[in-house]
């Protein structure tokens, strides 16, 4: 199995100190532009899921602080695994008005879809917020570890139901690094968002997930479900019994999402500084700060040229790992 991991946050020093460096010699405008109507807020995916709670959030922390002259205003648009958005931020070139909050099939679904001729890298950066953190999640109680997963995946002789958010998308991305990883046979079913994929696992509906934990966590906390491995490099500080697959002998099942922000192709530069101003004034914020550690968030604060080099290569990173995908979903 190819290493799949990607550059974590303290690699991204370097790339981090280039984008200050360039902040530093922009020269300031006379007259900042500032937003004159509500600003949309696009969401790759449905309701209920780490997408759709951040950018309600990034809503919420907005108007509490009265950090702009407008409203942000979420908007789901999650068909198509992402497409949905894709195809609407791309029809909105030069929009001032439109930003979008990302998940990984912000990669995936131009790869997996030749047709939607969209090229992510050509959005405009504004911000790397943070890296969101994958666990794999079970409600029967037997299954305590990951030998007791493998062994009842195995015993269900491919009738096993692992659920996620869309088809191509990070969720099923995991999935399939998990199943090649443990020469595992499941069956995929996909949803338009993490909530509903929760709530499906709770209800019985299917067998584990691989939320995210802001997903996840009201159920955890109810007792009604449990983590039993992290895709993470190291043991989160909130699951402290959950082991990483690393320590667990498997160093390639290390995953991490994209929970960024960009506007459409061609956004003005005074719009961008705007929005790069915003979300930096948001992560400065107790309420930003308290949901990073709550729900297990490694922040970030990428922006501007790092974050369109970052872009690019994750984008290349993603086109190593579809194949993977398409080859589990055949």
Do not use: C
């Not at 205003?73 to 894709?86: D, F, Q, R, T």
């Not at 399939?176 to 993490?194: C, E, Q, R, S, T």
């Not at 099942?253 to 930096?280: H, W």
């Amino acid at each position: 199995m190819k290493n799949y991991k990607y550059l974590s946050l303290p690699s991204l020093a370097a790339l981090l100190f280039v984008s200050l460096a360039a902040s530093a010699i922009t020269p300031t405008t006379a007259r900042a532009w500032e937003p004159r109507h509500p600003v949309n807020v696009i969401i790759m995916a449905g309701k209920g899921g780490g997408a759709d709670k951040l950018g309600r959030l990034w809503q919420s922390i907005v108007a509490k602080h009265k950090l702009s002259p407008q409203p942000l205003i979420p908007i789901n648009k999650g068909g198509g695994s992402g497409a949905e958005a894709l195809r609407y931020m791309k029809d909105k070139k030069g929009s001032r008005y439109d930003i979008v909050v990302t998940l990984d099939s912000l990669y995936t679904t131009p790869i997996i879809i030749k047709g939607l001729n969209i090229d992510p890298t050509s959005f405009t950066p504004i911000r790397l917020m943070a890296q969101d953190t994958f666990l794999l999640w079970v409600t029967d109680p037997k299954i305590k570890t990951v030998d007791d997963y493998v062994k009842a995946v195995k015993a269900s002789n491919g009738k096993w139901k692992m659920g996620g958010t869309g088809s191509g998308q990070e969720d099923s991305l995991v999935t399939a690094m998990l199943a090649d990883a443990y020469g595992l046979h499941m069956i995929y079913v996909p949803y338009k968002g993490g909530g509903t994929v929760a709530a499906q696992l709770v209800g019985g509906h299917i067998d584990s997930t691989v939320n995210n934990p802001s997903e996840q966590l009201g159920f955890y906390n109810a007792g009604k479900s449990h983590p039993i491995a992290a895709f993470t490099d190291e043991r989160l500080p909130a699951f402290p019994n959950a082991p990483t697959f690393k320590e667990l002998g498997k160093p390639d099942l290390i995953y991490y999402m994209d929970r960024m922000v960009l506007g459409p192709p061609k956004m003005p530069k005074d719009a961008q500084e705007y929005y790069q101003k915003l979300f930096q004034k948001i992560s400065e914020t107790p309420e930003w700060k308290s949901y990073v550690k709550k729900n297990s968030l490694i922040a970030s604060d990428i922006q501007g040229a790092s974050m369109h080099k970052y872009l690019v290569q994750r984008y290349k990173l993603h086109e190593k790992l579809v194949p993977l995908w398409l080859k589990f979903n055949k």
